[in-house]
């Protein structure tokens, strides 16, 4: 029988489950990771964000001798995720650049007493010598590595601080290593892999899939506009991540959503630290906020219940589109991942590329992963079905994607392609000229601008030529020649170039087929507010003991100065309210509710059921 520093007596993995954190059975291969890791195996696990992996550490934490090392990148949210594990009586602890010397000295001294059963460390506190000569002096049951794509340059979102995580396995040899992602296409796999020397280790690869969540992409036409509607009419009240490219688009939106009656915070590294952890704070202690932020913003954020994330700007991989959206919905609800996608975008993000720092392989690096998103942007097919299939599994049509629900219609598009390349080759060729998809549409559409006039560009034979469609279609156009690869991009001004695969539409030798938006239906405010009220698979009745419960809970974690969630998630609060137990033992029987959150709020929570 295992005997953690909390003093419980565990006789295995499933007993750690029930007693600490309430759950009656473990999901998908989270015991089969569990047992790998508890019997001293090192594992590599790939594992949708919300699929409980942060349980395939924890457990075998308490189960092994010693203390379980945790390097995380998430410093603002360390104190979240230790709280987390105290609420549930796990005596956890971190440190990082936060804490003042009297702290880090405090946790040190209950590391080395054995008085801990988790230690947090940022990546970077593992390059110092004297973090190495701790970890020496005391008990190390596992080293767990979070966020392990960050240690991959194929990955989204690479950090140079986790290479050093390597010499874990040449100082430590007999400590086993688990690394975890959410996020990792087959490249990305092989690279955490070969960084952290896990050659030997098991490799756990669960589904990707987050069937709860709704993928839907628009056109970025009214983009604000759009978001607010999207809002008002389907996340009234929610809470909810709304991510933009830029700092500036940051305030700008917050502004506009603040004008127009949604509470909105912004969140960017524009803003002084202080107030970025204050805004971050609120978000997840606060329900039914929105935040407005860079990609910065969100790795780790463990807050189940955001109903939607939404991108008023393209993502720069897939990888990062799918950790981002996967922020939304880890409660299992349904929820939302919307993105406004236009030309702009692909003309923004081809000029970063061309513009970044790094070699010819870097950029081409970028160039596929932005490729890939824009696939992703333009297909016919499910949404769900290609963003599996770019992480290596194969998936059926979803049912729950825009491009199920509302399929889109294909056309032969090649004679508007040939239309439009011919008239980028003719100022190219004949005129020594290059210009944005705004003149080369202009022309095409006989347009007497001042421009046209300027440049002489009524004189071109493909002037006129294009006026069957109209400008929104031609931009549609462009933008599919881009995702293609028909088409490219160069300069400060985006000025449109042909590629060698230009040729083969131009001489006839390739046909173009083309995705036509369809037509969405409208979504009524009163049926989306409905929704809100009566909270989804709880009976009517239930609605209010379940608002009872919420308002104790919004209080209990303001006194404890803790979000929400490390009280109660929404689920256990419904399932209480839907089944109302009327003694501890029934309490005890609903999912969430460990002996230390059943001997904590027990007797509240039935006073409020009896109220």
Not at 114 to 132: F, I, N, Q
Not at 208 to 227: A, C, G, H, M, W
Not at 345 to 356: A, C, F, G, T
């Amino acid at each position: 029988m295992a005997v953690s520093a909390t003093g419980f007596g565990f006789s295995d993995a499933l007993d750690v489950l029930r007693r600490v954190f309430g759950y009656e059975s473990f999901r998908g291969a989270q015991q089969e990771i569990i047992d790998h890791v508890t019997a001293g195996g090192d594992a590599l696990v790939l594992m949708p964000t919300g699929g409980g992996k942060s349980l395939c550490y924890q457990v075998p934490a308490l189960l092994r001798p010693g203390v379980g090392v945790v390097i995380s990148p998430l410093i603002a949210l360390m104190q979240d995720q230790v709280d987390a594990l105290r609420a549930v009586g796990v005596r956890a602890g971190f440190l990082n650049s936060t804490q003042d010397p009297a702290q880090r000295r405090e946790v040190e001294s209950a590391f080395l007493a054995g008085k801990l059963d988790l230690l947090y460390l940022a990546p970077e506190r593992l390059r110092v010598e004297s973090t190495g000569i701790l970890l020496d002096r005391g008990a190390i049951s596992l080293f767990a590595i979070d966020e392990a794509h960050c240690v991959s340059q194929w990955g989204h979102d690479f950090r140079p601080d986790y290479l050093a995580l390597s010499a874990l396995h040449q100082r430590w040899p007999t400590v086993p290593r688990i690394a975890l992602t959410a996020t990792a296409t087959k490249a990305t796999h092989a690279e955490i892999a070969a960084r952290l020397n896990l050659a030997g280790a098991r490799h756990f690869v669960a589904s990707f899939d987050r069937p709860n969540i709704q993928y839907r992409i628009v056109s970025k036409t009214e983009p604000k506009r759009r978001l607010l509607e999207l809002l008002h009419t389907e996340h009234s009240g929610d809470a909810g991540i709304v991510y933009c490219l830029t700092r500036a688009s940051v305030e700008k939106t917050t502004q506009f959503l603040i004008d127009n009656g949604i509470e909105a915070l912004a969140y960017h590294a524009g803003l002084d630290t202080q107030t970025r952890a204050a805004n971050q704070a609120r978000f997840l202690r606060e329900d039914g906020l929105v935040v407005v932020a860079t990609i910065a913003f969100g790795m780790g954020i463990d807050k189940p219940d955001v109903r939607f994330v939404a991108h008023l700007d393209l993502p720069k991989s897939v990888e990062g589109y799918y950790q981002e959206t996967g922020r939304a919905g880890r409660d299992g609800l349904p929820a939302t991942a919307w993105l406004a996608y236009g030309l702009a975008d692909v003309v923004q993000h081809r000029k970063l590329i061309d513009s970044s720092d790094g070699d010819d392989i870097h950029r081409r690096r970028l160039a596929t992963h932005l490729d890939a998103m824009l696939a992703l942007c333009e297909t016919v097919e499910c949404r769900r079905a290609q963003m599996l299939a770019y992480f290596g599994q194969q998936a059926s049509p979803c049912g729950n994607c825009d491009t199920c629900l509302w399929p889109p219609q294909s056309w032969d598009g090649t004679i508007a392609a040939q239309k439009l390349l011919s008239t980028v080759f003719r100022l190219d060729r004949e005129r020594r000229q290059r210009f944005g998809a705004g003149q080369v549409i202009d022309i095409l559409l006989g347009k007497q601008t001042p421009k046209i006039t300027q440049f002489g560009h009524q004189s071109l034979t493909v002037f006129g030529i294009g006026t069957e469609l109209r400008e929104s279609e031609w931009r549609g156009v462009v933008r599919q020649l881009l995702a293609q690869g028909l088409l490219t991009v160069e300069g400060d001004y985006g000025t449109l170039v042909l590629t060698e695969s230009s040729s083969q539409v131009l001489s006839r030798q390739r046909r173009v087929l083309l995705r036509r938006e369809p037509e969405q239906p409208a979504r009524t405010v009163k049926a989306a507010r409905t929704r809100s009220v009566a909270p989804v698979n709880l009976p009517t009745e239930a609605v209010p003991v379940f608002d009872q419960l919420r308002a104790w809970r919004a209080a209990t974690a303001k006194d404890q100065g803790v979000p929400a969630y490390v009280v109660f998630h929404d689920a256990t609060l419904r399932q209480i309210a839907a089944e109302a137990p009327a003694s501890l033992a029934e309490l005890a029987t609903v999912s969430g509710i460990g002996e230390n959150k059943l001997a904590k709020y027990g007797q509240q929570i039935l006073a409020i059921l009896t109220a």
